[in-house]
Structures are given as structure tokens and as C-alpha cells.
């Protein structure tokens, strides 16, 4: 096999910023602080607090985690790029990041269809709800969304890691993403084309079907409620939810399905940094903003960390 002439990938990330990449990097490094301080505020509020301990909130943390792992291995290695106009990283270290970016993604549209379905028993089969979604349906549903978005990301990586690379070894590109990555192949990557389109459909187009359908289902069962009051509610519980995956699946389609061609390039870059970035702090956000329950258990929590002061 031919050995790789490229040891190190160059990231442009956003050339041309000059007098304002320092303002650039501390928003950035402001939204980490806070992404990571909102994913482990949820988490640890579902793991102190009782009343949280039912399978929706549980699905949350798992959210949450994502998030972290989403944005830590995604901003960190974006602050040398910003201030320095560029950043070099080996390329065992860029497939790495593409592993565990793919991994993120793929776990949260997981879990997400999970939520889905949760949701959708909980309206449309609530006499069935405690007794399908326990705490043995969360163990299973958790192990089986980590087992299979990490066996097949992992198969995906190998796969990279077997192909040459040579010629240039600049991307134009904050992170270490799939497209431009497989560009600088020299060897074929069919395979490797193979297997992230059966990717794609197991962990990215399967689980939106089967949310669209779940949705179908929903909308049906709350619009056959007599009182508006009892369909906001119904409503209510849900919301948060679809809110979250409007959100991640319209940036991860904008991106995807339009072709990263010409000026389109600086546009898929910015919505990228939506997705990758800005999400993973609009979650807790919303989780927070948008729950009763959540709130009150902040507020507890709040309370009891006061009185033992």
C-alpha cells in the first residue's frame, strides 16, 4: 500500500478575519463556558433531584452529554485557528476529530428518535406509557444508541485511516469534516463511500422518518382533544423536543443536502458552526426555559445549596 505523504492537515478556518479574530475567540470561548456549564447544570439537576427521575429527563443528560462531547472536541481546536488564521494538526489527530464528531452526531439523532417515541407513547399511548418505558427500556435504549452510533462511526474511521493521502493538505474548513477531509485521499474511497451512506440512512434518515412519523401521529392525537387547554398542554410536553430536533436536523440538512460548492462554501461553514456550536448551548436553553419541572428543581436545588451555607 502507498504511504501517506501527508502528516499534518492544515485548517484554514476563516481566513481574512485580522482585527477581529480576538473578538471572534472570546465569543467562542464564551459559548464554551457556557455550553459546558448549561449541559452539566441539566445533568447534575436530573441526578440530584427525584422528581426528575423519569425516562424523558433521563433522555436529557443523555443530550446533554453529546453536547459536551460535541462542542469540546470541536472548540477547543478552534482557538489556535481563529487567532492564528489557521492551525496545523497531524492527521491521525484530524481523523480522531472526525470520529468523534460523527459519533456525537449520530448519538444524538439516536437518542433523539428515542425521545421521539417516548413522546409519542406518552400521548398517543398514555395506558401503555408505564408500563413500556421503564427503567429497563432506558438502559436498553441507552446501551443499544452508544453501541451502535460508536461501532459504526469506529468502522468509518478505520476505514479512513486505511486510505493514502497525498498532494495538498490544506482544508478549507474549521474542523476536520468528512467531505473535505476525503478529498485529500489519493487511493480509492469507495468503501469508504459505502459505508457512510449506510451510516447515513441507519443513524441519520431512518431515525428522521421515524420522528416525522411519531409527530404525524402526535399532531393527530392532540388535535382529536376536545378543551384547548388539554391540547396546550399535551402539546406542551413535547415541545421542547421538536424545538431541538426543528433545529439540529435543519442545520445538519442545509448542510449536507447543498452541495458545498463555489459561494456556498462560506455559507455551509457558518451554518457548521451552528450546528456544532451554537446548538450545544441552545439545548439547555431550551430544556430549561421551557420546563416546569426543570425550573422547580433548579430552584430546590438552589435553596438547599443556600441553606447549607
Given at each position: 500500500?502507498?504511504?501517506?505523504?501527508?502528516?499534518?492537515?492544515?485548517?484554514?478556518?476563516?481566513?481574512?478575519?485580522?482585527?477581529?479574530?480576538?473578538?471572534?475567540?472570546?465569543?467562542?470561548?464564551?459559548?464554551?463556558?457556557?455550553?459546558?456549564?448549561?449541559?452539566?447544570?441539566?445533568?447534575?439537576?436530573?441526578?440530584?433531584?427525584?422528581?426528575?427521575?423519569?425516562?424523558?429527563?433521563?433522555?436529557?443528560?443523555?443530550?446533554?452529554?453529546?453536547?459536551?462531547?460535541?462542542?469540546?472536541?470541536?472548540?477547543?481546536?478552534?482557538?489556535?485557528?481563529?487567532?492564528?488564521?489557521?492551525?496545523?494538526?497531524?492527521?491521525?489527530?484530524?481523523?480522531?476529530?472526525?470520529?468523534?464528531?460523527?459519533?456525537?452526531?449520530?448519538?444524538?439523532?439516536?437518542?433523539?428518535?428515542?425521545?421521539?417515541?417516548?413522546?409519542?407513547?406518552?400521548?398517543?399511548?398514555?395506558?401503555?406509557?408505564?408500563?413500556?418505558?421503564?427503567?429497563?427500556?432506558?438502559?436498553?435504549?441507552?446501551?443499544?444508541?452508544?453501541?451502535?452510533?460508536?461501532?459504526?462511526?469506529?468502522?468509518?474511521?478505520?476505514?479512513?485511516?486505511?486510505?493514502?493521502?497525498?498532494?495538498?493538505?490544506?482544508?478549507?474548513?474549521?474542523?476536520?469534516?468528512?467531505?473535505?477531509?476525503?478529498?485529500?485521499?489519493?487511493?480509492?474511497?469507495?468503501?469508504?463511500?459505502?459505508?457512510?451512506?449506510?451510516?447515513?440512512?441507519?443513524?441519520?434518515?431512518?431515525?428522521?422518518?421515524?420522528?416525522?412519523?411519531?409527530?404525524?401521529?402526535?399532531?393527530?392525537?392532540?388535535?382529536?382533544?376536545?378543551?384547548?387547554?388539554?391540547?396546550?398542554?399535551?402539546?406542551?410536553?413535547?415541545?421542547?423536543?421538536?424545538?431541538?430536533?426543528?433545529?439540529?436536523?435543519?442545520a445538519l440538512i442545509s448542510v449536507y443536502i447543498v452541495p458545498p460548492?463555489?459561494?456556498?462554501?462560506?455559507?455551509?461553514?457558518?451554518?457548521?458552526?451552528?450546528?456544532?456550536?451554537?446548538?450545544?448551548?441552545?439545548?439547555?436553553?431550551?430544556?430549561?426555559?421551557?420546563?416546569k419541572d426543570i425550573k422547580e428543581a433548579?430552584?430546590?436545588?438552589?435553596?438547599?445549596?443556600?441553606?447549607?451555607?
Open positions: 500500500m502507498q504511504e501517506n505523504n501527508i502528516t499534518f492537515i492544515v485548517l484554514i478556518g476563516f481566513p481574512g478575519l485580522h482585527h477581529f479574530k480576538i473578538v471572534l475567540f472570546l465569543f467562542l470561548l464564551i459559548i464554551y463556558c457556557l455550553t459546558i456549564s448549561g449541559n452539566v447544570l441539566i445533568i447534575t439537576l436530573v441526578l440530584l433531584s427525584k422528581s426528575l427521575h423519569l425516562p424523558m429527563y433521563i433522555f436529557i443528560t443523555q443530550v446533554s452529554l453529546f453536547d459536551i462531547l460535541l462542542t469540546t472536541d470541536i472548540l477547543p481546536n478552534m482557538f489556535p485557528i481563529v487567532l492564528y488564521e489557521g492551525n496545523a494538526i497531524s492527521l491521525k489527530s484530524c481523523i480522531a476529530q472526525f470520529f468523534f464528531f460523527a459519533n456525537a452526531e449520530a448519538l444524538e439523532c439516536l437518542i433523539l428518535t428515542v425521545m421521539s417515541y417516548d413522546r409519542y407513547l406518552a400521548i398517543c399511548k398514555p395506558l401503555h406509557y408505564s408500563v413500556t418505558v421503564n427503567d429497563m427500556f432506558c438502559v436498553k435504549s441507552i446501551t443499544f444508541t452508544w453501541l451502535l452510533s460508536f461501532f459504526m462511526t469506529l468502522t468509518n474511521a478505520v476505514a479512513m485511516c486505511n486510505l493514502t493521502f497525498c498532494g495538498a493538505n490544506v482544508i478549507d474548513h474549521f474542523f476536520c469534516d468528512f467531505t473535505p477531509l476525503l478529498n485529500l485521499a489519493c487511493s480509492d474511497a469507495s468503501i469508504v463511500h459505502v459505508q457512510t451512506v449506510i451510516i447515513c440512512f441507519s443513524v441519520i434518515i431512518c431515525p428522521f422518518i421515524i420522528i416525522v412519523i411519531s409527530y404525524v401521529y402526535i399532531v393527530f392525537t392532540i388535535s382529536r382533544i376536545p378543551s384547548i387547554t388539554g391540547r396546550q398542554k399535551a402539546f406542551s410536553t413535547c415541545s421542547s423536543h421538536l424545538t431541538v430536533v426543528s433545529i439540529f436536523y435543519g460548492t463555489g459561494q456556498l462554501l462560506g455559507v455551509n461553514k457558518v451554518l457548521s458552526l451552528f450546528y456544532t456550536v451554537v446548538t450545544p448551548l441552545l439545548n439547555p436553553i431550551i430544556y430549561t426555559l421551557r420546563n433548579f430552584k430546590k436545588c438552589k435553596h438547599k445549596l443556600n441553606a447549607n451555607i
